[in-house]
């Protein structure tokens, strides 16, 4: 295999949970929800792959079972913040506090266990190509994470459905007025946030490292929440953001490996860029992905026609019907 | 009335079970622990909490152990080291490199409390101890081995942060390696974690596309393993036997064993005779093992016997001059051993070292 086509694999394998965890969290959002678990929710998700894989011996039934959890455990958000109105910002980051302690009792009889891994599947006639052939022989979540956003879009912006969760998201009020039963709506979207986060915990633990260990979601719930408003709400530009940050993470590491002196045969002013990009300090170069990150999230804040435009109305706001 | 009834009930039986809680702490020695990760990393941590359970073993219903995990290396480090002086513990183990300044501020406070800090060097007031292990020779019998294993010439080095322990690790595994082949070359990325898998995995395939075949740590995951076995090179492992996790691709592993010190500094809590010290017990004291020698020749692996038998005898010390610095300056001479003082605040590389020290 080319290295480069290796390095863009990795960056695939860096970017598809954040990509499928912001994904779910761009739907709960658009519905005018902030659930601030998905971190919580995400490692649910990886604890209940990895278990369900060893015991069931399937790492579909795993990653189908990620699913489920998510979704089951996003439940207990909806519950408190649709059914009793907790506050959504506190009920979220209980949701992650209570994610993380609960997948580590869970999985405490898993340390130490090397996992089974979900293999490639080749998509017949594509993965033949040349150049191209490798991007289709990944493992299912990839090509899930890239449907799914297909779907999202079109749901959102193509759908009855979709118009009537940005109605909810922008302002629930007039919704309800309209007859339109907000919350459970909302109940939906926010499982259908849970189920996706549960996804991206299972692709952690099923395919980038095929092990449990506690806390190994390392904050990437907490960069796909980013992702969102980096986005601005948008289904495609989460894609970007996910691959953007993905991309970002990798080249880091290889300017960091690399030695420039092995390109002094190219053009001189290509030379001297590698040269300057490797000579850079590791800190600074391992903090590139989140400093790109707060600089685009400070752009977006500038710019208020775009924010405007995009963000859901209602976002956080908790909704009492008044009858 | 019905309300400060409640309350002056309430307020009462906390002060009975404060009392209760008390007494019960005096015939027991409660020993505490701060863990920089999960207990389940299966590495570093994992070490740590084995040696707990070593202590609670080993004196059963006189002992009471706590410990407290993933405490951030910031100045949070403080409250609950503090949390744990103000709860009865008796001895604090503080096991990471940035506990230090936290660790010696909570000692001035609780004068009556024991501390003990792992991999550091300050010992401000007559409480605090600090311990520490010479992984690095385990190191250097690793970079022995890599430079007769590689086919490529090159290694990959996954380190987490820029302090003198790491330091020190990459050092002692360039000496160890071009002490069989000179033009041996490493290749460092520098993580900036202690414990994210998918990071590390990431990190061992950027290492690998860039032309490594032999792989090892500084952080504290089975991950960079699993991608070593997935890619087919061989690696090291980290703190604990991954052989699991690498059957076909584990070389070997320098072990933490912490177990036997924190026996015997509880111990010495127990009895009376804890004494403020500073040690650093390597392979002779048995608190650096190596895992078996696997995946490779049997000279190799005699020759890593035979390294690592020397420096368990002390007949061989890995920092041995002629030593150049990185910058060309010299730094040991002939037959000239490291003083501890240096390698404890280790902050520079030595000749070999193609990578640029962050700062």
């Known amino acids: 295999?080319?290295?480069?086509?290796?390095?863009?694999?990795?960056?695939?394998?860096?970017?598809?949970?954040?990509?499928?965890?912001a994904t779910g969290e761009?739907?709960?959002?658009?519905?005018?929800?902030?659930?601030?678990?998905?971190?919580?929710?995400?490692?649910?998700?990886?604890?209940?792959?990895?278990?369900?894989?060893?015991?069931?011996?399937?790492?579909?039934?795993?990653?189908?079972?990620?699913?489920?959890?998510?979704?089951?455990?996003?439940?207990?958000?909806?519950?408190?913040?649709?059914?009793?109105?907790?506050?959504?910002?506190?009920?979220?980051?209980?949701?992650?506090?209570?994610?993380?302690?609960?997948?580590?009792?869970?999985?405490?009889?898993?340390?130490g266990l090397p996992g089974l891994k979900l293999d490639a599947v080749a998509i017949p006639g594509l993965s033949g190509l040349p150049v191209v052939g490798p991007f289709f022989n990944q493992d299912p979540l990839f090509y899930t994470s890239i449907v799914l956003v297909v779907a999202v879009a079109w749901f959102l912006f193509q759908t009855k459905a979709g118009l009537t969760?940005?109605?909810?998201?922008?302002?629930?009020?007039?919704?309800?007025?309209?007859?339109?039963?907000?919350?459970?709506?909302?109940?939906?979207?926010?499982?259908?946030?849970?189920?996706?986060?549960?996804?991206?915990?299972?692709?952690?633990?099923?395919?980038?490292?095929?092990?449990?260990?506690?806390?190994?979601?390392?904050?990437?719930?907490?960069?796909a929440l980013a992702l969102v408003v980096f986005a601005s709400w948008r289904p495609w530009r989460v894609l970007l953001g996910a691959y953007l940050?993905?991309?970002?993470?990798?080249?880091?590491?290889?300017?960091?490996?690399?030695?420039?002196?092995?390109?002094?045969?190219?053009?001189?002013?290509?030379?001297?860029?590698?040269?300057?990009?490797?000579?850079?300090?590791?800190?600074?170069?391992?903090?590139?992905p989140y400093l790109a990150t707060i600089v685009v999230l400070v752009l977006i804040a500038g710019n208020r026609r775009l924010t405007m435009i995009n963000t859901p109305a209602s976002l956080g706001k908790s909704f009492v019907p008044d009858r | 009335?019905?309300?400060?009834?409640?309350?002056?009930?309430?307020?009462?039986?906390?002060?009975?079970?404060?009392?209760?809680?008390?007494?019960?702490?005096?015939?027991?020695?409660?020993?505490?622990?701060?863990?920089?990760?999960?207990?389940?990393?299966?590495?570093?941590?994992?070490?740590?909490?084995?040696?707990?359970?070593?202590?609670?073993?080993?004196?059963?219903?006189?002992?009471?152990?706590?410990?407290?995990?993933?405490?951030?290396?910031?100045?949070?480090?403080?409250?609950?080291?503090?949390?744990?002086?103000?709860?009865?513990?008796?001895?604090?183990?503080?096991?990471?490199?940035?506990?230090?300044?936290?660790?010696?501020?909570?000692?001035?406070?609780?004068?009556?409390?024991?501390?003990?800090?792992?991999?550091?060097?300050?010992?401000?007031s007559p409480n605090v101890s600090t311990?520490?292990?010479?992984?690095?020779?385990?190191?250097?019998?690793?970079?022995?081995?890599?430079?007769?294993?590689?086919?490529?010439?090159?290694?990959?080095?996954?380190?987490?942060?820029?302090?003198?322990?790491?330091?020190?690790?990459?050092?002692?595994?360039?000496?160890?390696?071009?002490?069989?082949?000179?033009?041996?070359?490493?290749?460092?990325?520098?993580?900036?974690t202690w414990f994210d898998p998918p990071k590390e995995a990431d990190a061992a395939k950027a290492l690998i596309d860039q032309g490594v075949d032999i792989l090892t740590q500084h952080t504290d995951s089975t991950a960079p393993m699993q991608v070593a076995a997935e890619r087919d090179i061989k690696a090291f492992g980290q703190a604990s036997d991954m052989i699991k996790f690498g059957p076909e691709t584990q070389l070997t592993s320098i072990i933490d064993e912490w177990g036997p010190y924190y026996v015997e500094r509880v111990g010495a809590v127990m009895n009376g005779t804890w004494e403020q010290h500073d040690v650093w017990h390597g392979m002779a004291e048995g608190n650096v093992v190596m895992a078996p020698y696997t995946n490779m020749p049997d000279d190799v692996a005699k020759m890593a016997e035979e390294t690592a038998a020397k420096i368990k005898s002390g007949e061989f010390e890995p920092f041995t001059g002629p030593i150049k610095k990185q910058d060309g300056t010299d730094w040991l001479k002939e037959g000239e051993v490291a003083d501890l003082g240096t390698l404890l605040g280790m902050n520079f590389y030595v000749a070999g070292v193609d990578d640029k020290l962050p700062q």
């Open chain 1, 1 to 21: 295999m080319e290295v480069w086509v290796s390095i863009l694999l990795s960056i695939c394998a860096a970017s598809t949970p954040l990509l499928l965890a």
């Open chain 1, 26 to 111: 761009l739907v709960v959002e658009r519905s005018g929800v902030l659930n601030l678990g998905v971190e919580g929710m995400m490692i649910i998700g990886a604890v209940t792959a990895f278990s369900v894989a060893q015991a069931s011996g399937s790492v579909y039934g795993g990653a189908g079972a990620a699913i489920f959890a998510g979704a089951a455990f996003s439940l207990l958000f909806a519950f408190l913040t649709l059914t009793l109105v907790a506050n959504q910002v506190a009920t979220g980051l209980a949701l992650t506090i209570l994610g993380l302690g609960l997948s580590g009792m869970i999985g405490e009889s898993f340390v």
């Open chain 1, 165 to 223: 969760l940005r109605a909810v998201g922008d302002s629930h009020d007039s919704a309800h007025a309209l007859g339109i039963n907000v919350i459970a709506v909302r109940y939906f979207a926010i499982m259908f946030g849970g189920a996706c986060a549960g996804l991206a915990g299972a692709y952690l633990s099923l395919v980038v490292v095929p092990q449990w260990t506690e806390g190994m979601t390392a904050g990437r719930g907490w960069i």
């Open chain 1, 245 to 288: 940050f993905g991309a970002i993470t990798i080249a880091q590491f290889h300017a960091q490996a690399t030695d420039a002196s092995e390109f002094s045969h190219l053009p001189q002013w290509l030379f001297a860029i590698i040269a300057w990009a490797t000579s850079l300090p590791a800190q600074f170069l391992t903090s590139l």
């Open chain 2, 1 to 124: 009335m019905k309300r400060l009834l409640a309350s002056l009930l309430t307020a009462s039986a906390l002060a009975l079970t404060a009392t209760a809680a008390v007494a019960e702490e005096q015939d027991k020695t409660k020993a505490c622990f701060i863990y920089i990760g999960p207990t389940g990393d299966f590495g570093w941590t994992y070490q740590h909490d084995q040696g707990r359970k070593s202590v609670e073993e080993a004196f059963g219903d006189k002992v009471e152990t706590a410990y407290l995990e993933n405490v951030p290396e910031s100045a949070e480090a403080q409250r609950p080291i503090e949390g744990f002086a103000r709860a009865g513990c008796d001895i604090i183990f503080t096991t990471s490199f940035n506990y230090m300044d936290p660790t010696n501020k909570a000692a001035k406070k609780f004068p009556d409390v024991k501390f003990e800090h792992a991999t550091g060097y300050k010992r401000e």
């Open chain 2, 131 to 192: 311990y520490s292990s010479k992984f690095y020779q385990g190191r250097y019998v690793q970079g022995q081995i890599a430079a007769r294993m590689s086919q490529t010439g090159v290694a990959g080095y996954i380190a987490s942060f820029p302090i003198p322990e790491v330091i020190r690790g990459i050092n002692s595994f360039i000496l160890g390696a071009q002490s069989i082949n000179p033009d041996f070359k490493l290749k460092v990325v520098w993580v900036s």
